[in-house]
């Protein structure tokens, strides 16, 4: 099978950004698969490439890097121009590239573009991937309002959804709100992924006693105000959406309750985080330090030392529909997830017994919950456990890249059958006339 897959955030476990493409396609290229992937550069990525378009291999894939860069610290006129500028250059290799199935995966939905162009232009089955609902979190945070342009993004999104040979869901609470929206029958849920894989690797290691990185083994050693305390951790992107100041207050409820043997770090970055870290200097909060980004491996490093990791976004509806990668990166390494969405994680939660959900912008509460992990081992211990669990019996990476393969198997598959159909039709008016 021949898979193009356009996706603009492409990294591998050297960057400091989701791996989800990179992990399915190599494991599709070990099964026999051709993948390539069409992206660009985000600022949290390792890609370097040179030129306008350079293409590289990485672990068998075929990557075309288009030399665009990517950051949310961006404004809004320059992400829609790199979201544009992308779809634009793309579309010459949906229109040129050989394949049996084209994988566009969204957002932005205007990866869409490329992958619409190879279902039209070549009869190419397209399965289109929603990862977040895009359009419909800008209504609800207020960044999108002229009703006219969220009609005209909405009919582009609804083209996409029933263009598509399958659309995949990356949660119950997405797949629910695209059956609602465009009456979707073609529909998958495939969730992120464990990287249970990574965390084998590594699981042996352990930090040292100073705060330096060591190059041969990529182990990071435990800093001095860190070690013989209990590990608080927050990772992934500091933006408008994920609402990190609830971790500081959180931190001042435990500074008030001098609860000074918990440390919470937040390993990331992002837009607010320059005023995060303002306003942690007007509060005096010692006991919270921001750590920058770090590669897929550091994180899962530091994850191993944690007594829990935490999940905080802004208490809006479409946010509870979220598949956030730190939360299984948690389940992989036995940390139990605090965290504050009241939709489908909230379910999984209770229903694993591997985390604790409390109200959204309850300080006070996730302040409880953080104590009683820490102070109560065989709680921790149990969560801890049912958290690996899952990582294994439900979001494996290998598990979950077959799946996905899958559906790209019956894709291309139908495909094929419908040109093959085709061809036999124009055959047959040939001979009729």
Known sequence: ??????????????????????EFARRWVKAGDQVTVVTSVYDKSDLQPEGLVAQLEIDGIDVRVINLRLSNKHGTLMRVWTFVAYAVI????????PCDVVLA????????????????????????????LWLEGSVQLGLLRNQWLIRVMGFFERVCCRAAATVVALSEGQATWLRRQYNLERLEVIPNASDNELVARIEKSSFDDDDKRDSDDGALRLPAWAKDKKLVLYTGTLGLIDDCGQILDVARALQERAADYIEIILIGDGKERAALEARQQQMQLTHVHFLGLMSKEMVTRWLQQACCSLFVVKNVPFLATASPNKLFDAFASGVPVIQTTQGWIKDLLAEERCGITV???DAEAMADAVLQLAREDDLRRSLSRNARR???????????????????????AAGAGSALTDKHNETECTRAA
Do not use: C
Not at 106 to 132: C, H
């Open 1 to 22: 099978m021949k898979v193009i897959y356009f996706y603009q955030y492409f990294t591998t476990p050297k960057g400091a950004w989701s791996t989800r493409a990179y």
């Open 90 to 97: 793309a579309s010459w290799y949906a229109l040129r590239l």
């Open 105 to 132: 995966s969204s957002g932005p939905f205007t990866v869409g573009i490329p992958g619409l162009l190879a279902r039209y232009v070549r009869r190419k089955p397209m399965v289109f991937e929603v990862r977040d």
């Open 359 to 361: 109200a959204p912008g």
């Open 390 to 412: 899952i990582a294994h019996e439900r979001f494996d990476r290998d598990l979950l890249a077959n799946k996905m393969r899958q559906v790209l198997l019956r894709a291309a």
